[in-house]
């Protein structure tokens, strides 16, 4: 019955991983929603949601800390424990990314920039972190090696809407005044921050699925 308990114990740990994975997403996809379509409310809804999250990793950090503590897991368990608080830890920080696009999308001014596909870069990003828990849910190797290479065209599309909007700075009329250039250049650095922040929820979901690759085949430089 003990030994019953702790699969049972493990099951729901991965449970609740995925199901925090569904609420960082579902708040993911608001956010964004909020930043392209200048939803003041979605926006509100995604910062004042961040401590549900915030609960959601403490309370999976203490079920971790209480299988290593208590059933001692070796081999292949020890790393999924081991593996599932990172990924959770990964999940936290997307929400928090979610929270500052949130923040983006209430101050943001944007019918003075270029067309940046903000909207395309986000969703490329929140369906690689998708695919990356649903690899981690269904323990899937072969997905997990394509996460890498995807992420790849997002660093390129991020690095290519950054370019393009400091071009567009640099080809304004250099006589504009100041008073005109503060505001714009507040709302590029706004930009620029929205860029490097989808950038960086690519990264975590690279991250969530190399240490489900960690759990499938041992490889100690996956968990990092």
Sequence with gaps: MAR????????????????????????LETALQALTAGEPQQ???????????????LAIESDCVDLFALEQPVAGDL????????????LERVG??????????????R??????EIEAIG???????????TAYEGED???CRTIAERDDDIDTLCQRASERLVRDLLERDPAIDAWTLEPLLDEIASV????????????HAVNVAARTLYVLEGDPELIY
């Design 4 to 27: 019953e308990a702790y699969r049972e114990a493990l099951a729901d740990l991965r449970t609740a991983v995925v199901e925090m994975g569904e609420l960082v997403l579902d708040r």
């Design 43 to 57: 926006a509100r809804e995604v910062i004042d949601g961040d401590e549900e999250i915030n609960r959601r990793y």
């Design 79 to 90: 790393r999924f424990v081991a593996a599932s608080f990172k990924i959770t830890t990964d």
């Design 96 to 109: 928090d990314l979610a929270t500052n696009l949130a923040r983006y999308a209430l101050s943001s001014r």
């Design 111 to 116: 019918e003075q920039l270029p067309d940046l």
């Design 123 to 133: 969703e490329r990003a929140h369906t690689l972190l998708a695919d990356a828990l």
């Design 141 to 143: 190797a072969t997905a």
């Design 192 to 203: 620029l921050l929205t860029i490097r922040d989808l950038e960086r929820v690519g990264d």
